[in-house]
């Protein structure tokens, strides 16, 4: 083995001292006389292989600079950081920009670190190196610092020719308290101010203290399944006496947590914690997720708070006795525009949170819905509105002597589930009554003969008036809206009517006015709403 390595170098030195001697290019990899102008050619046989220089870290970069000099000049390297080759210039390396940067030189002594820094705050635009710069041809250039507890410094700008200062900002939290000195060099790794002093930062302890007001700390925001936290918050409730920095989390639960930190002052105030991270759904979810306060080092600090993981669609009954129509009074014409009172309101107990499309039986003239998303269990109410501006139904009619239309809300929720069994009952009246009245009064508080005479005199308005008792004959149901004059008085009814069908009594009618004569008085009785005759009644006033 001893026999065969001596043999080797032997050759290697021979072959050498041959070259040396010639003053004949040293060639690798091939037969060929090489280049006259070079010291030594490498050959890729075949073209398949490429010369490898040696690859450094910007890191180990800077190392090296620490032993060259301008004898050096020339050396090469590939820096894998940048992904480019460098070599020596005899003061510097060679940038790594295809670009061409700028030139420029330091004023050390006016350059410095800005700012103040806090353990645990996030540096903010306040804290910055300062650099004094003389360019002399302008261009691209970058600044960048070693990472130290926590923070480092860095920029990259476009500078023109003149005097600057540049500041370079600072990107990071603080970890630890003391002194920290840093070195900052250009794009090509190169040292700008070695061992200034004056690129130094003093960390300070600058904690606040405060109490908790855990009955007021609650989340802001819902989750959905699987779906990256976005704007949802915990908002947390604090009493601070000390003024200063903050630096609070919490527990993660299946894939969420919430972190923040920054500076209160102090009084009470809130501290607003971002949510961060998926949230996961697990088997029998139920959806509750409750998050404990924490400091920075996971220390508990006594205070929880509870959120909802929305499912694709909430799980909730519904408490069919409870839903109410209000605004119609359950009855509705052909044409009838829905108003904002005109609602359904309906409580429903939720057992897992999440989005809700509640709507009434799609089949019915009338469509009452809800959607929207539900953020919280128990027992809620919602309020349902017509899906319609204007009810549209002219029939058909029913004429056997029942209501004219009676419908059954059914309530769905997604178009899969139903519920209640338990029918509300509305109706759809004829847009007009259809009725007439017959020509014999019965008055309210009838003594003698046709009608009380003390309730109406001669000439004497009447100032309350009177309500009547008539015979008239429904046919269909709908709005009323009839009104009949003579000698001076007005007998009249606005609203519904038709409960019953046939000969039957109404007593809704009023009459208002001064009596102008005595006599049989007959009044001939009209609809307003179609100017239809509907006969009339006969009155004997004797004044």
């Known amino acids: 083995m001893k026999k065969t390595l001596y043999s080797f170098i032997i050759i290697v030195f021979a072959i050498t001292q041959s070259f040396a001697q010639t003053d004949a290019p040293l060639v690798i990899g091939g037969q060929q006389k090489g280049e006259p102008n070079a010291t030594v050619e490498i050959i890729s046989k075949g073209g398949t292989k490429g010369f490898m220089p040696p690859r450094l870290t910007s890191a180990q970069v800077i190392t090296l600079t620490q032993n060259l000099t301008a004898t050096s000049e020339g050396l090469t390297v590939f820096n894998i950081d940048t992904d480019c080759l460098q070599y020596w210039k005899g003061a ?61 410094f860095y920029l990259t700008t476009i500078l023109e020719t003149g005097s600057h200062i540049v500041q370079v900002p600072a990107v990071g939290t603080p970890k630890a308290v003391g002194d920290f000195t840093y070195n900052l060099f250009d794009q090509a790794g190169n ?48 009493a601070v006496s000390t003024a200063g920095n903050y630096n609070l989390k919490t527990n993660t639960v299946n894939g969420l947590w919430f972190e923040g930190s920054g500076n209160v002052n102090f009084g009470t105030t809130e501290i607003i ?24 080092d996971g220390v508990s600090l006594g205070c929880t708070a509870t959120t909802s993981l929305m499912a694709a669609k909430a799980v909730f009954t519904v408490n069919c006795n409870s839903a109410i129509m209000e605004g119609t009074d359950k009855i509705f014409i052909p044409d009838y ?29 009338v469509v009452y819905s809800y959607i929207g998303n539900i953020d919280k269990t128990g027992n809620q109410t919602i309020t349902m509105k017509p899906t319609i501006e204007k009810l549209n139904y002219h029939g058909p009619w029913d004429t056997s002597g029942s209501p004219r239309m009676f419908f059954t809300l059914k309530f769905f929720n997604f178009d899969t589930d139903t519920y209640c069994s338990t029918p509300l009952f509305y109706r759809i009246w004829d847009y007009v009554a259809q009725y007439k009245f017959l020509n014999t009064l019965v008055p ?94 006969t009155i004997n006033f004797k004044g």
């Open 273 to 296: 914690l971002n949510a961060k991270g998926i949230a996961n759904t697990i088997a029998g979810d139920t959806g509750i997720r409750t998050f404990t306060l924490q400091d920075k």
């Open 444 to 537: 309210t508080d009838i003594q003698t003969d046709q009608f009380n005479f003390d309730k109406v005199k001669l000439f004497v308005p009447i100032t309350t008036p009177i309500g009547l008792v008539v015979p008239i004959n429904f046919t269909s149901q709908g709005m009323i809206n009839c009104k009949g004059t003579a000698a001076g008085l007005t007998i009249s009814f606005s609203g519904t009517g038709g409960g019953n069908y046939g000969d039957t009594t109404f007593n809704a009618l009023t009459i208002t006015g001064t009596l102008t004569s005595t006599g049989l008085i007959t009044f001939p009785m009209y609809d307003q709403l179609t100017g239809k005759f509907l006969g009339g009644f």
């Open 191 to 238: 040292a700008i101010c070695a061992g200034n002093a004056n690129f130094k930062t003093t960390v300070i302890d600058n904690t606040a203290n405060f109490t908790i007001k855990c009955s007021e700390t609650a989340i802001v925001g819902s989750f959905h399944d699987n779906v990256a936290a976005d704007i949802q918050t915990l908002v947390v409730k604090v």
């Open 337 to 365: 525009v829905f108003r904002d009172v005109d609602k359904l309101t309906v409580t429903i107990n939720v057992t897992r949170t999440g989005p809700i499309s509640l709507f009434t039986d799609p089949s019915q003239p």
């Open 92 to 152: 510097k390396w060679s940038d790594c920009s295809t670009y061409s940067n700028a030139e420029l030189t330091f004023d050390c002594s006016a350059s410095s670190i800005k700012g103040s820094y806090s353990l645990d705050k996030v540096v903010s635009d306040n804290e910055y190196m300062e650099v004094k710069v003389n360019v002399t041809k302008s261009g691209p250039f970058s600044f960048y610092s070693d990472s130290k507890n926590g923070v480092r």
